[in-house]
């Protein structure tokens, strides 16, 4: 999380320099026939996805979803936390050009949430951080889901056919329970180039390849999770403060003229900041009014309520929402500066409704 908010700083200081222009064309040279910037968010992010899949087939396999009832309240606050926010930014956006962005205040940054829920230490019980990394992930699922649902432009099938093929081979390795990993990262590359060919966005390849490599016993001598331990330094150190670098290089720019070029940023202001928080705890409450789970030991409300506003920290997955929802630069430096701004206030809400809460329980 520091890391990420120090490569954020550095780069929004330099692109509103006098080496802006240098730094941000720098972003956007040509390599092998993509940008630098493309390949980062096409290239690097299938590796953070695959992270992100390798982790929530932990989860389902042996970790906090793996029980049904304890798994509910993760998953109906993540339900909660992506279509009230949906909701409250088509209220102001639906009909016009900006309504693509409807998926940006949806998501949750998995880093900078845990990175400061892990600020207030052992003032928070372990119930509410498995909550809120459970929730997470369930949340970026959501945010694959809808990336490949719904930001999926013109489709090549022939590629299409040659990803299904590959996936075919690679399902029956896994049913073969062929544990060496190199079939399935030589697939995976192939898969990936496949995918950037065929318009379905390439990330989605690293989920894919994660849900085809065998968990086995779950071990830490399983191959899943050593690729899952392997992964965890470079995407936290590397690709997503590459992304972070290469994201936040735009100049910030006044929002002036028509009415309707306050909606986009409007709206996700309020759905990261009102609807994450609030999807997430109605939610949340009903599933355990209904019985169909059940507020962990030593969680309140209140926390709950924290927690929530954790959760409108989009940052990483926001930012690469709005590069797929929205095609005008100008309205994509808008969404990002909303979405800085709006992790910002989301962020130090929850880190101030935490440590209140927490303290009150300790007295």
Same mark, same amino acid.
Request: charged fraction near 10%; charge should be neutral; include cysteine.
């Given at each position: 999380?520091?890391v990420l908010i120090?490569?954020t700083?550095?780069s929004?200081?330099?692109?509103n320099?006098?080496s802006?222009a240098?730094?941000?064309?720098?972003?956007?040279?040509?390599?092998l026939?993509?940008s630098i910037?493309?390949?980062?968010?096409?290239?690097?992010?299938?590796i %953070?996805?695959l992270?992100?899949g390798l982790?929530?087939?932990r989860?389902?396999?042996a970790?906090?979803l793996?029980n049904l009832?304890?798994a509910?309240?993760?998953?109906?606050?993540?339900?909660?936390?992506?279509?009230?926010?949906?909701?409250l930014y088509?209220?102001?956006?639906?009909?016009?050009?900006?309504?693509?962005?409807?998926?940006?205040?949806?998501?949750?940054?998995?880093?900078?949430?845990?990175?400061?829920?892990s600020l207030?230490?052992?003032r928070i019980?372990?119930?509410?951080k498995i909550f809120?990394?459970?929730?997470a992930?369930?949340?970026?699922l959501?945010?694959?889901?809808?990336i490949a649902?719904?930001?999926?432009?013109?489709?090549?099938?022939?590629?299409?056919?040659?990803?299904?093929l590959?996936?075919?081979?690679?399902?029956?390795?896994?049913?073969?329970?062929?544990?060496?990993?190199t079939?399935y990262?030589l697939?995976?590359?192939i898969l990936?180039y496949?995918?950037?060919?065929?318009?379905?966005?390439?990330?989605i390849?690293?989920?894919l390849i994660?849900?085809l490599?065998?968990?086995?016993?779950?071990?830490?001598?399983?191959n899943?999770?050593?690729l899952?331990?392997?992964?965890h330094?470079p995407?936290a150190?590397?690709?997503?403060?590459?992304?972070?670098l290469?994201n936040?290089?735009?100049?910030?720019?006044?929002?002036?003229?028509n009415?309707?070029n306050?909606l986009?940023?409007l709206?996700?202001i309020i759905?990261?900041v009102?609807?994450k928080?609030?999807?997430i705890f109605?939610?949340?409450?009903?599933?355990?009014?209904?019985g169909?789970s059940?507020l962990?030991?030593?969680?309140?409300?209140?926390?709950?309520?924290?927690?929530?506003?954790l959760?409108?920290?989009?940052?990483?997955?926001?930012?690469f929402?709005?590069?797929?929802? %929205?095609?005008?630069?100008?309205?994509?430096?808008q969404?990002?500066?909303?979405?800085l701004?709006?992790s910002?206030i989301?962020?130090l809400?929850?880190?101030?409704?935490l440590?209140?809460?927490s303290s009150?329980?300790?007295?």
């Amino acid at each position: 999380g520091f890391v990420l908010i120090l490569c954020t700083v550095i780069s929004l200081y330099i692109s509103n320099s006098d080496s802006g222009a240098e730094y941000m064309s720098f972003w956007h040279k040509e390599f092998l026939n993509l940008s630098i910037e493309h390949w980062v968010n096409d290239g690097l992010m299938a590796i %953070f996805f695959l992270l992100i899949g390798l982790e929530l087939v932990r989860e389902v396999s042996a970790g906090e979803l793996s029980n049904l009832k304890e798994a509910m309240l993760p998953i109906f606050g993540a339900l909660g936390g992506m279509i009230v926010p949906a909701a409250l930014y088509l209220s102001i956006n639906y009909g016009l050009p900006s309504q693509a962005g409807a998926g940006i205040p949806m998501a949750t940054d998995i880093a900078f949430a845990i990175g400061i829920l892990s600020l207030l230490g052992n003032r928070i019980p372990m119930a509410l951080k498995i909550f809120l990394t459970a929730l997470a992930v369930i949340d970026d699922l959501g945010a694959i889901i809808i990336i490949a649902i719904f930001y999926t432009k013109e489709l090549a099938w022939d590629y299409i056919l040659y990803s299904i093929l590959i996936l075919s081979v690679l399902f029956v390795f896994n049913r073969k329970r062929v544990q060496n990993l190199t079939p399935y990262i030589l697939g995976g590359v192939i898969l990936w180039y496949c995918m950037l060919k065929s318009g379905i966005h390439a990330s989605i390849s690293g989920v894919l390849i994660a849900m085809l490599i065998p968990f086995g016993d779950g071990t830490e001598s399983s191959n899943s999770y050593k690729l899952q331990k392997f992964l965890h330094i470079p995407v936290a150190y590397y690709i997503i403060p590459v992304f972070a670098l290469a994201n936040t290089a735009f100049i910030i720019e006044p929002i002036s003229g028509n009415l309707l070029n306050y909606l986009a940023p409007l709206g996700i202001i309020i759905g990261l900041v009102i609807g994450k928080p609030l999807g997430i705890f109605i939610f949340s409450y009903i599933a355990i009014k209904k019985g169909w789970s059940r507020l962990p030991k030593d969680v309140n409300w209140s926390l709950i309520l924290g927690t929530g506003f954790l959760g409108g920290i989009g940052f990483t997955m926001s930012i690469f929402i709005a590069l797929l929802a %929205f095609n005008d630069i100008h309205l994509i430096n808008q969404a990002k500066f909303a979405i800085l701004i709006s992790s910002f206030i989301a962020g130090l809400t929850g880190f101030l409704l935490l440590y209140k809460s927490s303290s009150e329980k300790n007295l």
